[in-house]
Each structure stands twice: as C-alpha cells, then as structure tokens.
C-alpha cells in the first residue's frame, strides 16, 4: 500500500475529533503595528489605542481579522508535522471563515483544530478539511471559525 494510502487509511479514524490545540501566542500592539505597514492597512482602531480606546467598544485597538486568520499557519505548526511519506503541505483555501469576536491588543491567542472530511485527491495527494476555532484566552466567544483546506502531497 502507498504512503498516501496508509497515510488516509489512518486519518480517517480521526474524523470528527480535536487533532491538535496550539501553544498560546500574544497578539501586542506591536503586531499589530507591523501587521498594519505590511498590509497598507493601518485604520485607527488597530494603530491608534487611545483612540480606539475612546471611540469604540472594544477597550482598545483591535487586530485586524486577516492578522488573526493569519496565525493560523503558527497554530498548525505546533499540531501537525509531516506524515509518513509526506513531502509538502499546501494552503488549498477556506470552505467557511466567520470573524466573530475581535482581538484586543494584548490578547493571548491559540488554535482548536477538528478533522471534518478527508480525502484522496489523485494517487499522491490527500485533501484534509479542518474546523479551526481561533480561541482568546478568557473568552467564551472566539475570535474566529474557520474550515481550513490543506492539501497533503506525498512522493510518488
């Protein structure tokens, strides 16, 4: 049997279970500023906290929702690693993203993961669909909900 075989064979027993919770990573001001230069978006509410802080609700500047989504690569590093055979992972896209709850400068984020579906897609490539919750620590609500693709490319 293939490595690509083997490697579905054994994700399938995974359907519908949490496959991996991230470590905690701070979301500062300072992210937040560079994540703005970088982007060319650097609206009031994420770049200037004395204002943000008395003109929204939020308490403060608020990272920008593509900044959250954005640390989902740091999330599924710390819970996946390579599978046997397995030569690259691929972003394939997002089937849902919902922004519910927004991020605080100061905030503490992490990573929920949940196994969806998963299927071959040709003889080396497997599609995984992910339920990510990007959690706030405190929160009830997350910041964010998302069903992630990524695409497993194995050797020949």
Same mark, same amino acid.
């Given at each position: 049997?293939?490595?690509?075989?083997?490697?579905?064979?054994? !994700?399938?027993? =995974?359907?519908?279970?949490?496959?991996?919770?991230?470590?905690?990573? /701070?979301?500062? +001001?300072? %992210?937040?500023?560079?994540?703005?230069?970088?982007?060319?978006?650097?609206?009031?509410?994420?770049?200037?906290?004395?204002?943000?802080?008395?003109?929204?609700?939020?308490?403060?500047?608020?990272?920008?929702?593509?900044? !959250?989504?954005? =640390?989902?690569?740091?999330?599924?590093?710390?819970?996946?690693?390579? /599978?046997?055979? +397995?030569? %690259?992972?691929?972003?394939?896209?997002?089937?849902?993203?919902?922004?519910?709850?927004?991020?605080?400068?100061?905030?503490?984020?992490?990573?929920?993961?949940?196994?969806?579906?998963?299927?071959?897609?040709?003889?080396?490539?497997?599609?995984?669909?992910?339920?990510?919750?990007?959690?706030?620590?405190?929160?009830?609500?997350?910041?964010?909900?998302?069903?992630?693709?990524?695409?497993?490319?194995?050797?020949?």
């Amino acid at each position: 049997m293939s490595s690509m075989k083997e490697a579905l064979a054994a !994700t399938e027993k =995974l359907l519908d279970t949490e496959v991996g919770v991230s470590n905690w990573i /701070l979301v500062d +001001q300072k %992210m937040i500023d560079d994540f703005a230069k970088t982007t060319h978006d650097e609206q009031w509410i994420h770049v200037d906290p004395t204002r943000a802080a008395a003109e929204t609700p939020f308490g403060g500047a608020i990272a920008h929702g593509f900044l !959250t989504l954005s =640390l989902a690569s740091r999330f599924a590093y710390d819970c996946f690693s390579m /599978l046997p055979g +397995q030569v %690259m992972g691929i972003n394939y896209g997002m089937n849902k993203l919902r922004f519910l709850k927004p991020v605080v400068a100061g905030s503490r984020l992490r990573g929920r993961f949940t196994l969806k579906a998963v299927s071959a897609k040709s003889d080396t490539q497997m599609l995984r669909e992910n339920r990510l919750t990007i959690e706030i620590e405190g929160e009830e609500t997350p910041a964010l909900i998302a069903d992630w693709l990524g695409m497993a490319v194995f050797k020949d």
